[in-house]
C-alpha cells in the first residue's frame, strides 16, 4: 500500500476497512463445543472512565491487551507488546530498555504510564521510561487520546496502564488444592535469547501469597541485511511479591516489583549513534499498598485507594572520553484516593459518580564523579490534583462529564524561580445506543503536560561544543481534542454465536504551546511553539467464529506544526495490520498469522536537521502456533516467526540523514514451553 500522504487515500481505506489488534485467542479445551472466544472489544477496562467499563462500549478508545495475547507475542519489552493498537508506534531503535510507544504521534512525557495504579514518570533523555518484563503482565490497557481530566498532567497523548499478575491468575479455578504455579522457558534466534518466568501462588483462607521471577539474556541483534545491531544485548532480571487479604468485602494487596537490566548502550541509547558508550545498569523498584470495598448493597459507598513507591536509578560508567561515572534517579511517592457512588436521580436511570484526589512527589538528582550532574538537575516537585465524573444514563444515551484540578509546584537547586502552575480539565462525552448493534458517540477534552523538571532547568554540556540552556519560564502544553467515533456489534453475523465488533474514531487534537527542543550549533534550548495540531483516523474490527478469528487495525495521522507551517517530525505513517487463525479445538491447535503494511512517510519538516525527508514504506509477516495437547493438559506450546521474509526497514521515528548503518530487527524464530501446576 502505497499511502503518502496522512489524509487521503489511507483515510478511506480505514473507514472502510475498519481495524482492531490482532487477538490470539485462547483455545477451547479439546472437549468443549467450538464456542467464540470474546474479542479484545469485549474485555472490561476502568481505564477510559475509571469505572468498569466493556472497551467496545465506551466512548473511551481503550485496548485491552489480555495475558493470552501478551504470551503470544512473547516480546521483549511493552512497548513491542502494544506495537500493532491503532495510533500506536515504537520511537527509538529496537535496544529493548530504550524503547517508547508515541501514542497519536505523541510520546515521552506527554503518556501517563502507571504500574498497578503507581505513577510512572521517569523520563531522562533518551533512555527509556517502561521498565518491567511484560512475561509478569495480566493486562495491559492503552488509552488514546487526552485524558487529564482523569490522570492529570501528561496524558494528552494518552494512558497506558499496566497490570501485574495476581494469585488468581496461577491458582486453577478447579484445583482441589489452593497452591498453583508454572514455569515457562523460551529461545528466540534473535541475539540467541533464552528467557525464562517462574511464579507460584497459595491461598489460606482470606489471605493469598504470590512469588514471581522472570528474565532474559541475549546478544546483539541481527537486521534484515544481515548487519549486527549495536549494543542491543541485554540481561534482565525482573520479580515480583504479592500479598492479598480479602477479609470480607475489603480487599486488601500489597505488592513489590524489582526490576534489573545490565548491558553496554551509548548514552542516548535510543538513537543510532554509537558514540559515548558506557555499562548501563538499570533499576526499578514499585511498591504499592491497594485498598478497595465493595458491597453491592452499599450502592453509594466504592473507596478505591492506592498509595505508591516508584524509584528508578540507572547507573552509567562511561568506556570512552573522561570515563565518568554518572547517576540518574527518581523517586515517586504518591497516593490516589476514589470513591464510585451509582444512584438513581431525576428519573433518570442511574448515575455513577466518581470523586477522587491525588498527590504525588517526584524528587530527582542526576550526578557525575559523585557530584550534581546539570545535564539531569537535582529538583523536586508537588502535584495535587483533585477529580470528579459523573456517567449518567438516560434512556438510550449516556453522557458522561469529567472536571480535574490540578496544582504543581516545582523546584531546583540554584534555579533562578520556583514555577507554580494550575490548570483544569474539562471532558464530555455523549453516546446514543441508536440501535442494538449501533452506538456512535462524540466527546470534547482539553488536557495539559507541566514542563518537565529538566526541560525547565537542565544546564551543562550536551556535547563537545554544545551547551544545554535552562528555560525556567516554559508554559504549560495544552491541547484541545474533539473526537467522534462510533462503535458496532454483532452476533450471528455468518454462524450462530459468532461475533463481530468494530470501531471508527476521527480525532483532531489542538495542541497550544507544545515544547520541543531545539539543537543549534553551539547550544540546545527547550521552548514553546504557539500551535501544533495531530489529526486522523483509527479503526478497529474483530470477528470471531470459534474455530477462525480475524481483524483489521489502521491508523491514518497527520501532524502539523502550525507556527512554523512544517509538518511534525513525530507523527508516524499511515499503517494497517491484517491479521487471523485457525482454531483445531479437538487437538488444541490454534495457528495464525499478523501482516503489517506501512506507507512510506515523506511528510518531514525540512528545518529541522538530521532528519530524513522519506521513509520508505514496508511490510511484515509474522507467524504463530500454540499446542496445548489433550493428552497433557498442564502443558502449552508456543512457536512464532516475526518478520519471516527478513525484510531490511526502518520506521520513521527513528530514520535519519545520513541514514544509520543498520535497519530494523531481520527475521527471529521463537519458541516457548509452559508447564502449569
Not at 388 to 413: E, H, N, P, W
Not at 482 to 506: P, Q
Request: net charge negative.
Amino acid at each position: 500500500m502505497a499511502c503518502r500522504r496522512p489524509i487521503g487515500l489511507c483515510t478511506t481505506i480505514v473507514a472502510i476497512c475498519a481495524a482492531g489488534p490482532l487477538a490470539a485467542q485462547q483455545a477451547d479445551p479439546p472437549s468443549a463445543p467450538p464456542a467464540v472466544v470474546a474479542t479484545p472489544l469485549d474485555a472490561v477496562t476502568a481505564t477510559g472512565t475509571r469505572t468498569p467499563t466493556v472497551s467496545g462500549d465506551s466512548a473511551v478508545p481503550v485496548s485491552v491487551l489480555s495475558r493470552e495475547e501478551i504470551l503470544e507475542r512473547d516480546a521483549r519489552s511493552v512497548t513491542e507488546t502494544i506495537r500493532d493498537v491503532p495510533g500506536v508506534e515504537l520511537s527509538g531503535v529496537g535496544r529493548t530498555t530504550a524503547l517508547q510507544p508515541l501514542i497519536r504521534g505523541l510520546g515521552d512525557d506527554r503518556i501517563v504510564f502507571r504500574i498497578d495504579g503507581a505513577r510512572n514518570n521517569f523520563n531522562a533523555g533518551h533512555r527509556g521510561r517502561i521498565f518491567i518484563d511484560p512475561e509478569l503482565l495480566r493486562q495491559i490497557d492503552v488509552m488514546r487520546g487526552p485524558g487529564s481530566a482523569l490522570y492529570g498532567s501528561g496524558a494528552i497523548g494518552g494512558v497506558i496502564n499496566m497490570r501485574t499478575i495476581e494469585p488468581d491468575d496461577i491458582i486453577q479455578p478447579d484445583s482441589d488444592l489452593p497452591v498453583g504455579g508454572f514455569f515457562r522457558g523460551g529461545y528466540q534466534s534473535q541475539g540467541s535469547m533464552w528467557r525464562g518466568l517462574a511464579a507460584g501462588a497459595a491461598r489460606a483462607g482470606d489471605f493469598a501469597v504470590l512469588g514471581a521471577i522472570s528474565g532474559f539474556n541475549n546478544q546483539n541483534f541481527t537486521d534484515g541485511a544481515g548487519n549486527t545491531i549495536p549494543y542491543t544485548a541485554d540481561s534482565v532480571a525482573n520479580g515480583l511479591a504479592r500479598l492479598q487479604w480479602r477479609p470480607g468485602n475489603h480487599s486488601f494487596d500489597l505488592s513489590g516489583m524489582m526490576f534489573r537490566d545490565s548491558n553496554v548502550l551509548p548514552i542516548a541509547a535510543n538513537t543510532p549513534t554509537e558514540q559515548s558508550i558506557s555499562d548501563r545498569i538499570t533499576e526499578q523498584q514499585v511498591y504499592t499498598l491497594r485498598y478497595n470495598y465493595a458491597d453491592p448493597s452499599m450502592p453509594l459507598l466504592n473507596p478505591q485507594v492506592v498509595i505508591y513507591h516508584n524509584h528508578v536509578q540507572l547507573q552509567e560508567q562511561r568506556r570512552t572520553g573522561t570515563r565518568a561515572r554518572d547517576t540518574t534517579d527518581q523517586t515517586t511517592n504518591g497516593i490516589d484516593a476514589q470513591n464510585n457512588s451509582r444512584f438513581s436521580l431525576f428519573g433518570w436511570d442511574n448515575h455513577i459518580v466518581t470523586l477522587g484526589t491525588e498527590f504525588y512527589r517526584d524528587d530527582q538528582e542526576g550526578t557525575q564523579n559523585g557530584r550534581r550532574r546539570a545535564q539531569f538537575p537535582t529538583a523536586s516537585q508537588d502535584v495535587l490534583g483533585i477529580y470528579g465524573q459523573d456517567q449518567i444514563a438516560m434512556g438510550d444515551f449516556t453522557l458522561v462529564g469529567a472536571l480535574r484540578y490540578d496544582a504543581f509546584s516545582q523546584s531546583a537547586d540554584n534555579a533562578p524561580n520556583d514555577t507554580i502552575v494550575d490548570r483544569l480539565s474539562p471532558k464530555v462525552s455523549l453516546a446514543y445506543q441508536a440501535l442494538p448493534w449501533l452506538q456512535p458517540y462524540v466527546s470534547y477534552a482539553e488536557a495539559f503536560r507541566a514542563p518537565s523538571l529538566t526541560e525547565l532547568y537542565v544546564s551543562g554540556q550536551h556535547f563537545p561544543g554544545n551547551l544545554f540552556i535552562p528555560n525556567p519560564y516554559l508554559q504549560p502544553e495544552t491541547s484541545h481534542n474533539i473526537e467522534a467515533g462510533v462503535n458496532i456489534r454483532f452476533s450471528d453475523v455468518l454462524r450462530d454465536g459468532d461475533r463481530l465488533r468494530m470501531r471508527v474514531t476521527a480525532f483532531r487534537n489542538e495542541i497550544d504551546n507544545f515544547i520541543e527542543q531545539l539543537v543549534y550549533a553551539t547550544y540546545t534550548v527547550s521552548r514553546n511553539v504557539a500551535s501544533a495540531r495531530i489529526q486522523g483516523v483509527e479503526a478497529e474490527l474483530q470477528y470471531d467464529a470459534g474455530t477462525w478469528f480475524g481483524a483489521v487495525s489502521a491508523s491514518a495521522l497527520q501532524g502539523d506544526n502550525l507556527t512554523d507551517d512544517q509538518p511534525l517530525a513525530s507523527v508516524p505513517a499511515n499503517r494497517m495490520t491484517l491479521s487471523g487463525g485457525y482454531r483445531f479445538l479437538e487437538d488444541g491447535v490454534v495457528v495464525g498469522a499478523r501482516w503489517q503494511l506501512v506507507a512510506a512517510q515523506d511528510r518531514n519538516p525540512d528545518n529541522v536537521p538530521g532528519i530524513a525527508e522519506e521513509t520508505s514504506g514496508y511490510g511484515l509477516l509474522d507467524l504463530y502456533a500454540t499446542w496445548r495437547p489433550s493428552f497433557a493438559p498442564n502443558l502449552r506450546f508456543d512457536v512464532g516467526l516475526d518478520n519471516a521474509f527478513n525484510h531490511a526497514y526502518r520506521r520513521s521515528t527513528w530514520n535519519s540523514n545520513p541514514p544509520p548503518n543498520f535497519y530494523e530487527t531481520g527475521r527471529n524464530f521463537r519458541a516457548a514451553v509452559t508447564l502449569t501446576f
